[in-house]
């Protein structure tokens, strides 16, 4: 079946780094956009950023922008997340989710599976 | 960027109600919406897209519809499982964004 598992989250201090992955399985990854969404503790879900099928395109929302680097490796159905400069306001719990849209240039940019996510927490 | 505004906030519901979400999109997003239902503890699940098309596997008491920039989300008849939170999501532009979701909560 369908399955998205994220890991790499953990505990960082605010200036710190942390690489989140998400393995695929079930599907041909290299097929389709991936997303990035995330929930701070008691809010809602904001987008934080969508890479291409073969990793051509990205987009980040402005509050990542510089900061976050969306990546993905074909060869191990991996997608990954490198977060740099991280500040306390990105501590939340971080889902990679699939695009629906097969093997073109462009995505749906919505999301039809999710991962069960990985928590980060930023705090000295 | 593109304001998704939810409301209720919440609402308390009892099985067997009928449940209306609504979601207003600060400008024309056509019909590039998306809703989700996320229960506590675990991932979100898309239930439409496209303002009323039904996901595969998602039970036909959901629905939805789209009125110029306001989009609604129908649960015909509420069941125990559907207690859990619902959000919608404009895929018209970048950047995504979110409405602020709508608790369903036991009456």
């Known amino acids: 079946q369908v399955q998205l598992v994220e890991s790499g989250g953990g505990v960082v201090q605010p200036g710190g780094s942390l690489r989140l992955s998400c393995a695929a399985s079930g599907f041909t990854f290299s097929s389709y956009p991936m997303h990035w969404v995330r929930q701070a503790p008691g809010k809602g879900l904001e987008w934080v950023a969508v890479i291409s099928y073969d990793g051509s395109n990205e987009y980040y929302a402005d509050s990542v922008k510089g900061r976050f680097t969306v990546s993905r490796d074909g060869s191990k159905n991996t997608l990954y997340l490198q977060m740099n400069s991280l500040r306390a306001e990105d501590t939340a719990v971080y889902f990679c989710a699939k695009d629906p849209k097969y093997s073109s240039s462009f995505a749906y940019y919505y999301m039809d599976v999710w991962g069960k996510g990985t928590t980060v927490t930023v705090s000295s | 960027d593109i304001q998704m505004t939810q409301s209720p906030s919440s609402l308390s519901a009892s099985v067997g109600d009928r449940v209306t979400i609504t979601c207003r999109a600060s400008q024309s997003i056509t019909r590039y919406l998306n809703w989700y239902q996320q229960r506590p503890g675990r991932a979100p699940k898309l239930l439409i897209y496209?303002?009323?098309s039904l996901q595969s596997g998602v039970p036909s008491r959901f629905s939805g519809s789209e009125s110029g920039t306001d989009f609604t989300l129908t649960i015909s008849s509420l069941q125990p499982e559907d207690f859990a939170t619902y959000y919608c999501q404009q895929s018209y532009s970048i950047p995504l964004t979110f409405g602020g979701g709508t608790k369903v909560e036991m009456k």
């Open positions: 496209t303002a009323s």
